[in-house]
C-alpha cells in the first residue's frame, strides 16, 4: 500500500467557514423577506390594480418567488 505523507493546506478556517454560513443565513434572510413582502404587496391589491399591471392573481406568488430568487426558481 501506497501513503501519502504530504502535508495538507486547509482551503478555508474555521473563522472563514463560520463568516461563509453567516453570509449564505443573511442572504437567505433577505430573500425570504423580499419574497413575503412582495406577496405581500401583491395580495393587497385589488383584482383592478392587478388587472392594470397585467398580472392574474392566480401568478402572485410566482412574481413573488421571481422577485426574491430570481427567474431560476
Given at each position: 500500500?501506497?501513503?501519502?505523507?504530504?502535508?495538507?493546506?486547509?482551503?478555508?478556517?474555521?473563522g472563514?467557514?463560520?463568516?461563509?454560513?453567516?453570509?449564505?443565513?443573511?442572504?437567505?434572510?433577505?430573500?425570504?423577506?423580499?419574497?413575503?413582502?412582495?406577496?405581500?404587496e401583491?395580495?393587497?391589491?385589488?383584482?383592478?390594480?392587478?388587472?392594470?399591471?397585467?398580472?392574474?392573481?392566480?401568478?402572485?406568488?410566482?412574481?413573488?418567488?421571481?422577485?426574491?430568487?430570481?427567474k431560476?426558481?
Open positions: 500500500m501506497a501513503y501519502e505523507t504530504g502535508n495538507r493546506s486547509i482551503t478555508a478556517s474555521f472563514q467557514r463560520l463568516a461563509d454560513l453567516r453570509d449564505t443565513a443573511t442572504e437567505a434572510y433577505n430573500n425570504w423577506r423580499v419574497y413575503h413582502r412582495t406577496l405581500r401583491l395580495q393587497d391589491l385589488s383584482n383592478r390594480e392587478l388587472a392594470d399591471l397585467g398580472i392574474s392573481r392566480s401568478t402572485v406568488t410566482r412574481i413573488a418567488m421571481e422577485a426574491a430568487y430570481g431560476n426558481v
